[in-house]
């Protein structure tokens, strides 16, 4: 059975290029997380899909929308050990995101990671 | 850590990649159009276990079955299912077990029927670039040789090799270290030593390596949805030849 890349250490220390550590496993739909590479730096996002290994759809419900989300590099991400209840929930169930949804959750996750922080 | 296997331990590995090659071989014979993969499971699970092993995939990380069946586009991890296989599919079978705790662990790509010229020069390009990844897997040399190898030999027929999953060490854990990626520059990576054991295995796309995983969590598949073929030897690094342990 093949091994996903990431999911051991063996080859660090040794040159070779590893992914952001943790991340790659933890991304799932619902994840909260920040921008730290790009234009939209310092943004939240939530996690929508999940393109491959490396490649995740974000989106924030108002500039960047369910239906035209952000491709993101997880490198480029800060993973937060957070996921939006409700979002993860109706995607599990199959149904459709609103961008309602995904304002609410932000507005209520980024309020208490700011407190955190400061 | 990388752990070299003393000889009781390679034996043990000898009697489980058996399995593991008579457990294919047996499937191979099965494989045919109107046949659903969920059978093909049921069959490895009573053949491994009739021969006095444990299959070792079933509830490995959560994983439900005792083989990864994955057809057409999907590269790995696919779930046998009550989908018939078609002639002109192309299915992967990746395989394995467990005996007196140490593991074994293939896998081959099939053809069912008839399949088109394209797909047979994909799992021959997939299976050649395999034996070049063995061929290079030598005492001294470095890990990433093998990777090389496999590489260029893949991307000569033209096509992609999958980044985002990779081969591994194998002994009394189905995944040890090290991390055997099947892309990059020789000379890199640890250096071989005899009595390591590896499982080698390239993914082969047609189309673009990006992979995207199915809402199962587990199945990947191509990006782009064209073929995808994978084959899988479980090997001891010895001071000469490589030995393939999966070999009937």
């Known amino acids: 059975m093949a091994e996903s890349v990431g999911s051991g250490n063996s080859l660090q220390g040794t040159g070779w290029r590893q992914p952001a550590a943790g991340a790659r496993n933890a991304a799932q739909i619902g994840h909260l997380v920040s921008s730290i590479k790009g234009r939209d730096r310092g943004k939240f996002y939530l996690v929508v899909g999940i393109e491959s290994q490396s490649m995740v759809r974000v989106a924030d419900g108002e500039a960047r929308k369910v239906e035209n989300p952000k491709r993101k590099n997880i490198k480029h991400l800060n993973f937060f050990e957070v996921i939006a209840g409700e979002v993860s929930d109706k995607a599990l169930s199959g149904k459709r995101i609103t961008n309602a949804d995904i304002r609410k959750e932000l507005k209520s996750l980024a309020a208490i990671i700011n407190k955190c922080s400061s | ?248």
């Not at chain 2, 060490?169 to 590896?198: D, Y």
Request: with cysteine.
């Open chain 2, 1 to 248: 850590m990388i752990t070299c296997k003393s000889e009781k331990e390679l034996n043990y590995m000898r009697d489980a990649g058996r399995v593991v090659a008579q457990t294919l071989a047996e499937l191979s014979k099965a494989v045919k159009a109107g046949v659903p993969t969920r059978e093909l499971d049921r069959m490895a699970e009573e053949f491994i276990v009739k021969s006095g092993a444990r299959p070792a995939f079933k509830g490995l990380y959560g994983f439900p079955y005792t083989i990864c069946a994955s057809v057409n586009e999907e590269v790995v991890h696919g779930f046998p299912s009550l989908r018939k296989l078609e002639n002109g599919d192309i299915i992967s079978i990746d395989i394995g077990a467990e005996i007196n705790g140490y593991y074994g662990d293939s896998a081959v790509t099939i053809p069912v029927g008839e399949v088109s010229s394209e797909a047979m020069r994909l799992i021959k390009a997939a299976e050649e670039s395999l034996y070049k990844g063995i061929e290079r897997a030598r005492e001294g040399a470095r890990l990433s040789d093998i990777s090389h190898a496999i590489q260029t030999c893949a991307e000569g027929y033209g096509y992609s090799v999958v980044r985002d999953f990779v081969g591994h060490g194998i002994g009394s854990s189905p995944h040890e270290e090290p991390q055997v990626p099947n892309f990059g520059r020789p000379g890199r990576g640890p250096r071989l030593k005899a009595g390591m054991t590896l499982a080698i295995e390239p993914m082969i796309n047609m189309g673009t390596y990006e992979v995207r995983t199915l809402s199962n969590n587990w199945t990947v598949v191509t990006l782009d949805a064209k073929l995808s073929a994978h084959f899988e030897h479980t090997i001891a690094v010895t001071d000469g030849e490589p030995e393939i342990l999966t070999k009937v």
